[in-house]
């Protein structure tokens, strides 16, 4: 048997471009998008839509439809297998769909049973470069009681069951290279002896290898989005990203793990960035070191410039502090040689600048701001000399006086999430995106799109767009999705930078005005468009698309006009705030 979850909505005024004539009944179905389905878990959730005056049934009970058309049915399963039988009837009519699901329980992992190795996991993971200092790790699964050893004789000692959920046979150790480790492109040998001294030996699947003195330890940054990362972590975002750093710095490769090289910034920091970003410089360049030079410190009309001379492209990361408003700049493999500052009376944001020597190799730029809130800036060379360019709080803060810029999330084949209607995001945020341009203009703003048409534009497009055009601000418009079309959803801002949280925060406040379920104001997202430091901005995630009743609300082009309001008076929020601060 299985226990079969009916849920009920109700919805008025709603419009779906996805509707049928409503005398041809049929069934589409976004999940699950095959008839067969293997799954291993029993949580599972058939979801479509019809025509928007079909009847639905599955196996005979009874489904509610949306005024969208659409229906979705939560399962609850039991192993094996199951086949549910869809029906949407209306007028005599019947259209009909089977769907079938094979549900297998996990088999629990077992111990090994003879002698031997079934796995061994390496950390960090991935083919790995090393130098002296550099640990492996290693974890294996083998048979209990035994002596396990690698490289260099290195003892793997067997972990308590209690540690293990009950597993005997797992095993731990590191290795440390040495200075006179010579190992180059090997798979590290794990050997496992009984109380016998029978052995037998497994290899990793990884390749490991010594940097050797002869190889290049120097690479130079290339391209517009040259980025550093904080460590080896992914997810669906991407790595933990430092920051966008310039073109043509040199930095010290210390390893390699798999497509990402480990580079030296400091005595104390080590980094990552990926080996496309990089170009190998020859044996004999330099280490990226430097003494500051001559500063300079004034403004124009848009923007305040902090410029320190160099004698080398040094790696360099930035920080927004609020309460007070501050920008901190460190360089990376600088040391002070600087006796004064020429400050100009034509800057007109910072308030204050110092600077100290926090270690060795690391120096510190403390910039002070006149306005709470921060507006930008961007970090550039012009030969050797690095330039912080820190933007002007606008004179006249209101909207018709301001730059904006629109992203209509998604595009082209990047479609984005799905609804049960099966309208697409990428759809949806074009449409909000156009009001939005609609209403800011409306306003006096200018506003400037990503995209006014149904076309497909990488994030990193966007982004060197922006970067050249140089908004006031970006929104980015997207609806967010989840597995569970009922019980998940909400409306969500997303900022990454603290200095830029109260664009988001603002109109998050105003979205909730609107009835909508709280799911936060997030901060330090690691989103492409949240990425930029040179303007204010914010990600908008204005509902579930997954959610069937907030898909609903979506579809309604007079619901769509109200969030579009919404936003525009959560910006007029930020600009009052800003003022009065």
Excluded at 150 to 177: A, F, H, N, S
Excluded at 199 to 224: H, I, N
Aim: net charge neutral.
């Amino acid at each position: 048997m299985v226990k079969l979850i009916i849920s009920v909505f109700l919805c008025a005024g709603c419009i779906n471009s996805f509707s049928q004539t409503p005398d041809k009944p049929f069934i589409r179905l976004v999940q699950p998008s095959r008839e067969s389905n293997l799954v291993s878990w029993s949580i599972n959730f058939i979801i479509g839509s019809t025509c928007k005056t079909c009847m639905v049934t599955v196996n005979g009970s009874s489904v509610k439809v949306y005024p969208t058309g659409a229906f979705a049915v939560e399962l609850n399963l039991h192993p094996g297998d199951t086949t549910f039988n869809l029906a949407a009837v209306i007028n005599g009519k019947t259209a009909t769909k089977k769907v079938t699901y094979t549900y297998s329980l996990p088999k629990p992992a077992e111990p090994v049973k003879e002698l031997g190795i079934e796995s061994i996991q390496t950390y960090p993971e991935g083919n790995l470069i090393l130098s002296p200092g550099d640990k492996i790790q290693f974890r294996v699964k083998a048979f209990t009681h035994c002596t396990v050893k690698t490289i260099g004789d290195t003892r793997l000692y067997e972990l308590p069951v209690t540690q293990t959920k009950g597993m005997p046979g797992i095993y731990q150790g590191e290795y440390t290279v040495k200075e006179t480790d010579s190992f180059s492109v090997m798979k590290m040998p794990v050997t496992i002896t009984d109380s016998l001294q029978i052995s037998t030996t497994r290899e990793t699947k990884q390749v490991f290898s010594v940097m050797s003195p002869l190889a290049s330890d120097m690479a130079l940054t290339k391209g517009r989005l040259a980025h550093l990362e904080y460590g080896l972590g992914d997810d669906r975002l991407g790595g933990a990203k430092i920051g966008y750093i310039d073109s043509n710095i040199v930095l010290k490769i210390i390893g390699k793990v798999g497509t990402h090289f480990k580079v030296q910034l400091s005595k104390s920091r080590t980094a990552y960035i990926p080996d496309e970003l990089v170009t190998l410089m020859p044996k004999g360049t330099f280490t990226p070191e430097s003494l500051t030079d001559k500063w300079n410190v004034y403004g124009d009309d848009r923007y305040d410039y902090v410029k320190v001379g160099l004698f080398a492209r040094l790696p360099y990361q930035s920080y927004q502090f609020t309460d007070p408003s501050t920008l901190v700049v460190d360089i990376y493999g600088a040391t002070n040689n600087t006796n004064w500052i020429t400050q100009l009376q034509t800057a007109k944001e910072i308030r204050k600048i110092d600077y100290q020597q926090v270690e060795d190799g690391l120096f510190r730029i403390t910039i002070s701001l006149k306005h709470a809130q921060h507006w930008g800036h961007l970090i550039y060379y012009s030969g050797n000399t690095l330039i912080i360019k820190i933007k002007h709080q606008p004179e006249n803060l209101s909207l018709k006086n301001l730059v904006i810029a629109v992203d209509a999330g998604h595009g082209g084949k990047n479609t984005g999430a799905v609804g049960a209607t099966g309208v697409y995001e990428k759809e949806i945020t074009l449409a909000v995106a156009l009001k939005l341009q609609k209403a800011l203009e409306k306003e006096g703003a200018k506003v400037i799109m990503t995209r006014t048409e149904e076309e497909f534009f990488d994030n990193k497009e966007r982004i060197l767009f922006y970067r050249d055009s140089l908004p006031d601000l970006l929104l980015s418009v997207h609806l967010n999705s989840s597995e569970d079309p009922f019980r998940t959803g909400g409306t969500s801002t997303y900022y990454r930078y603290i200095g830029f949280k109260n664009l988001s925060l603002d109109i998050y406040k105003r979205m909730l005005e609107l009835g909508l379920k709280e799911y936060g104001n997030t901060g330090s997202f690691n989103f492409m468009l949240n990425s930029p430091t040179e303007y204010p901005n914010a990600l908008i995630e204005t509902l579930f698309l997954s959610n069937l009743d907030e898909e609903t609300k979506i579809l309604d082009e007079g619901f769509q006009q109200q969030m579009v309001e919404k936003i525009v008076a959560g910006v007029k929020d930020f600009l009052k705030e800003s003022k009065e601060q």
